[in-house]
């Protein structure tokens, strides 16, 4: 049942990312807005409740997708793609928190790709890899697939503790992907767990 959760959660923000920025832009925001002041430094620190990560230049936090403690855009992105501009596409990240329950660290990395596979048959893992943020364990997943004529690249970094885990989704059209590769993998590395 966790798994299912989970995987909704993951796919409202690959699927919904397109209706945040559009809100976003509108003026409309639904749901929690970003903290007003939040807490940053010179360095574009951006704290939150359990964790903080360094913000992307030029990117702005918009309101979250439920079960997403954080989610921002690059505002500035210049989108040519036709079906992309259709949707109000721009890329973002969201960070989501879960635990392992009764799963070992595998078998939830595991559930993780068979459940991605399920929602989008024609999903390619591009790239698949294992590190160290934070002092825990850390799954980086590429990913490409098509969703309404549009072709994505997402990067899912799943920072595993003990019994904690914080999953960061990066979304972006694949012909982006290139621009966007490093900013991704910085965010994800300056990401750290903070107790509350």
């Known amino acids: 049942m966790k798994k299912h959760v ?6 409202v923000i ?3 990312g397109a209706i945040g920025f559009y809100l ?15 807490p ?19 990117w702005t936090e918009v309101a979250n997708p439920q079960g997403s403690l954080m989610t921002a855009v690059d505002a500035n992105e210049v989108i040519t793609d036709v079906n992309a501009q259709q949707l109000n596409f721009r890329s973002y990240f969201s960070v989501i928190p879960d635990n392992l329950g009764d799963k070992t660290k595998e078998q939830y990395y595991q559930e993780i790709k068979d459940s991605l596979k399920q ?12 590190g160290v943020v934070d002092n825990k364990d850390t ?19 799943i920072n ?27 965010t994800a590395k300056s990401f750290k767990v903070r107790q509350i």
């Open 6 to 11: 989970i995987l909704v959660i993951i796919l």
């Open 139 to 157: 799954y980086f997943l590429e990913a490409e697939f098509n969703q309404e004529g549009v072709d994505f690249r997402v990067l899912l970094v």
């Open 160 to 186: 595993m503790g003990e019994n904690d885990i914080w999953i960061i989704s990066f979304n972006t059209l694949k012909s982006s992907w290139d621009n966007y590769k490093d900013v991704f993998y910085n």
């Open 14 to 16: 690959l699927i919904t």
């Open 119 to 130: 929602a989008f048959p024609d999903v390619l893992f591009s790239r698949e890899d294992t």
């Open 40 to 58: 940053q430094t010179e360095e574009n620190i951006v704290t939150k409740d359990g964790f903080s990560l360094k913000m992307p230049d030029g």
């Open 24 to 38: 976003y832009k509108n003026g409309k925001l639904t749901g929690q807005k970003p903290e007003e002041g939040a």
